[in-house]
């Protein structure tokens, strides 16, 4: 889809045209490369994936776990994807989510809260960010939270004010697939993925929200919105674009950084390409569209390499 800025320059050049003495040529010009800007998408994160084992195709889509409308309107070939599918497989199952397990999942010990296990100088970092995302919010609201949930909340916040109501890109998918009577399915527990953070030390949560943080205020003082760049790449289908976004989140702590990629994203698309070709085997007859995070699908060791190795084929769409 075009951007704004391209049918703002349209729109300006029409007016300026108005008085040429070649106002019909200049008019179908313009039209035509609108109609061109409308033809030109993309290339989404969406690979065909196609195995010996199976007698059809299945999918592979990278998303964003962000709410935006922009995310939201999905490209013909994906709509194509989906609408082909006989199930939709998203990375948990939202029907299988128990709320009130997770909320003690996210919450600390009795006895302990957040502004006693932060340094003073984070804490008064988190509160004025909170301050900053509404003014009727503070860090209070977050002691009782687990530091990494402090840290998550900060990245997912801003589009839940912004946007609320709006479903995030995965849970949308999902919702719709039931509603066109779909199957759907994860491919991980919720509380795996819970485990993930608690396999942080208090030292390495605390890394975490602090390398959060300082990326917002530093995005703050150069006026751009970080979260924004990560669509606007993942909207453009650049690869490494995407993942140089997704760097800039991590903080100097190299050490800390290798071990979060390695249990949050390397050892996870290992077992997500197993659980994929595990299902596509037990289901030949059945067509599956997997969605999970976009960075799954990113670098040498992608859930795409991994499916390869295990004899499927994929063609990125």
Same mark, same amino acid.
């Given at each position: 889809?075009?951007? #704004?800025?391209?049918?703002?320059?349209?729109?300006?050049? !029409?007016?300026?045209?108005?008085?040429?003495?070649?106002?019909?040529? %200049?008019?179908?010009?313009?039209?035509?490369?609108?109609?061109?800007?409308?033809?030109?998408?993309?290339?989404?994160?969406?690979?065909? #994936?196609?195995?010996?084992?199976?007698?059809?195709?299945?999918?592979?889509?990278?998303?964003?776990?962000?709410?935006?409308?922009?995310?939201?309107?999905?490209?013909?070939?994906?709509?194509?994807?989906?609408?082909?599918?006989? !199930?939709?497989?998203?990375? #948990?199952?939202? *029907?299988?989510?128990?709320?009130?397990?997770?909320?003690?999942?996210?919450?600390?010990?009795?006895?302990?809260?957040?502004?006693?296990?932060?340094?003073?100088?984070?804490?008064?970092?988190? *509160?004025?960010?909170?301050?900053?995302?509404?003014?009727?919010?503070?860090?209070?609201?977050?002691?009782?939270?687990?530091?990494?949930?402090?840290?998550?909340?900060?990245?997912?916040?801003? *589009?839940?004010?912004?946007?609320?109501?709006?479903?995030?890109?995965?849970?949308?998918?999902?919702?719709?697939?039931?509603?066109?009577?779909?199957?759907?399915?994860?491919?991980?527990?919720?509380?795996?993925?819970?485990?993930?953070? *608690?396999?942080?030390?208090?030292?390495?949560?605390?890394?975490?929200?602090?390398?959060?943080?300082?990326?917002?205020?530093?995005?703050?003082?150069?006026?751009?919105?970080?979260?924004?760049?990560?669509?606007?790449?993942?909207?453009?289908?650049?690869?490494?674009?995407?993942?140089?976004?997704?760097? %800039?989140?991590?903080?100097?702590?190299?050490?800390?950084?290798?071990?979060?990629?390695?249990?949050?994203?390397?050892?996870?698309?290992?077992?997500?390409?197993?659980?994929?070709?595990?299902?596509?085997?037990?289901?030949?007859?059945?067509?599956?569209?997997?969605?999970?995070?976009?960075?799954?699908?990113?670098?040498?060791?992608?859930?795409?390499?991994?499916?390869?190795?295990?004899?499927?084929?994929?063609?990125?769409?």
């Amino acid at each position: 889809m075009p951007t #704004i800025n391209s049918l703002v320059f349209v729109q300006r050049s !029409v007016f300026l045209q108005l008085q040429s003495d070649y106002l019909i040529k %200049l008019v179908w010009i313009t039209l035509l490369s609108v109609m061109l800007a409308f033809s030109v998408q993309a290339k989404p994160f969406l690979w065909k #994936i196609e195995s010996a084992s199976s007698a059809k195709p299945s999918w592979v889509f990278g998303t964003i776990h962000v709410r935006s409308p922009q995310v939201n309107d999905l490209p013909p070939v994906v709509n194509r994807a989906i609408k082909n599918a006989d !199930v939709l497989v998203t990375e #948990i199952d939202f *029907d299988a989510i128990d709320l009130a397990a997770t909320l003690q999942a996210t919450q600390l010990p009795a006895g302990q809260n957040l502004q006693k296990l932060l340094p003073t100088k984070l804490w008064r970092q988190l *509160d004025s960010r909170m301050k900053k995302i509404s003014s009727l919010m503070s860090a209070n609201i977050l002691n009782q939270f687990k530091i990494w949930t402090a840290a998550v909340t900060l990245v997912t916040i801003g *589009d839940e004010l912004k946007y609320p109501g709006l479903m995030a890109l995965d849970m949308k998918l999902a919702t719709d697939a039931k509603a066109a009577g779909k199957e759907t399915d994860g491919l991980e527990t919720f509380a795996e993925q819970l485990s993930i953070f *608690d396999r942080l030390s208090t030292r390495e949560q605390i890394q975490m929200l602090k390398d959060t943080l300082d990326v917002l205020d530093q995005a703050e003082s150069k006026n751009i919105d970080p979260i924004a760049q990560i669509e606007t790449a993942w909207l453009s289908g650049d690869a490494t674009e995407l993942n140089r976004q997704m760097l %800039l989140w991590q903080g100097d702590n190299q050490q800390f950084n290798k071990k979060f990629n390695r249990i949050a994203i390397e050892q996870r698309n290992q077992t997500m390409a197993e659980r994929i070709t595990q299902k596509m085997r037990q289901q030949p007859n059945k067509s599956f569209f997997f969605a999970v995070g976009a960075g799954h699908l990113i670098g040498d060791k992608s859930v795409q390499v991994h499916l390869q190795k295990m004899g499927n084929q994929l063609n990125r769409l």
